[in-house]
DNA sequence: CTGTTAGCGCTTTCAG
DNA sequence: CTGAAAGCGCTAACAG
């Protein structure tokens, strides 16, 4: 129902050519140029994107693959991702994982089958198998948040390992001797974070027995259930490193339920820090990342492979440095 | 450089339509069912979804228009449209307006030049002008949460009115007089639960001063300096009603702030529930809505204006029950 | 600057 | 059941 470009033409007399030039920016006499515009507000034309994307094979659409839609921090980053999208004229076509690789499976064959013009991945999966149908068909892929192992895609993030051993730092030369871990073996990050968390220890002589490492994954079920264990302890952690923002959350409700109190029976250390912490006694120590840098990286880095053809090939980690944001729920022993 | 239908033509020998035929559940020979299987494999061909758009003028793309990606009330309900809308079949294409206006208007184009099916809208807007174009390009439109005062759409969502009357029962059967609220007056959902309240404290018989009313955002900040003004009053409230997540959010943070106590010096009544209230000390009583609901109904409502084309056309509005989580931030006077 | 022509990859008549 | 041919709405040569 809607106008089309032949609508146009009747109207005005011109060519299909000339319109279609004038419309994408073309210069035609001042005159011809009045035809169009009245004609294109009189029919309310606006252009069919698929046939156009049928031609130019560009769809000014960006594939988001997302592990949760559902995520506070997901949804932050998003938020960036899109705003740095839009100003470049993208728009983004987000699909949701649901935190199920067989979904992000078929998702990214969906995104390919769509016709994106590059995809940004915040991806379930450790490995990058189920990338190939991009890479078969030529559609770039940055990774934004969680890296693979080998590193055959660009991915921005930053260097988990190293933020969380510096946080450390600020227990261990609090006195901190006995402090436990509460992580995610199933996400990268988790992983990551783990093995940043046990180089701090290690490199601080500090011995950490197997009952004060809670290895699961990045969910409130986990940190809940994990600083109950925790509490539970005969020899109790005088602090406890828990990996991100749902453990955190976890942590402090089993640590609410208990009747406990920090920093007075037990200090924390958290990563992802959200202004919610700032409402929660006690506002605990976050590993801050740096939201927008790394939604406009990965934006920044997406387009270049897209719209520039002699990009530098090989692929690249851009690492974005963290903060600490402090709190009081860490007592100096 | 994908392959393309007329690759698996040049391979099997067989003739276009015979083959698209097959890929949409058509019958043909065993025999050539098994050329053409073999051939998809071989070349990995999967189909071009803008090509098929063009010509079926169906997308199987449903277009989002979220106020906010990045608020978690609208990431919950994002989570159950998508997974809705995936088991049927459909993909998303999720624009964010950033909680304005005009890019919100602008959004909208860009989903009807996409030729997304059909649109979920939660809108900024407050009146329905902007989605004209839907309209004149006869893309259905849902509501989601969000309703205007002219009924002209479908519109899934809660009965904010009645939710917040039958909520301050609590407030006022535990013999508060002296109740303030922080509300959104930009908001639809935030006008009609100003409104809810203002009713329930009619019917009770209950004074509202100038004094108690904040009717700004829904924000943190509003709900921040809000909580703070009401706190220094020199006759304070001895409740408080906030009008959704943020708002509830903020205040709880003036409240930490300023050191006094829920419920022995304020009591709380929230609107939107979410697990993190759990931690928060004290649990607040908030009224919740039924997500995973809200958002079945507007993909089902939505699917079924696409899908058939004798459906009753005339909008309509599908109304969803909340309930009161409990909690102990009132105290009975 | 303008117009003609030929597709993009697919579905869909309509004959055979 | 199969094939030939037309066309979705647009852009991209290429002439004029």
Redesign the pocket.
Known sequence: M???????KERT????????????G????P??KEKIDAAVKELH????E???G????KTRTVGILVYSIESPFSGILLHHVGEALRKRGYGMLIVDSCNDEEIEEKNLKYLVNKKVDGIIALPVASKGDFLTPAKKADVPVVLLDRSFTDAEYDCVRIDNRRATYNAMKELISRNHKKIAIIASQKEYTGRERYKGFIEAMDDAGLDVPEEYRIYGTHSIANGYNGMKQLLSLENRPTAVFMSNYEITLGAMLAINETGYNSPEDISLLGFDYQLLFHILQPQVYMVEQPMKQLGDHAVNRLLQRIEDSDVDDSPMEIVLSTRLQTGNSIKTL
Do not use: C
């Open positions: 809607p106008a089309t470009i032949v609508d146009i007399g011109l060519s299909l050519a000339t319109i279609s030039k004038y419309l994408n073309g210069n035609v006499l005159e011809n034309y606006e252009v069919n698929i046939a156009r049928l031609v130019t094979k």
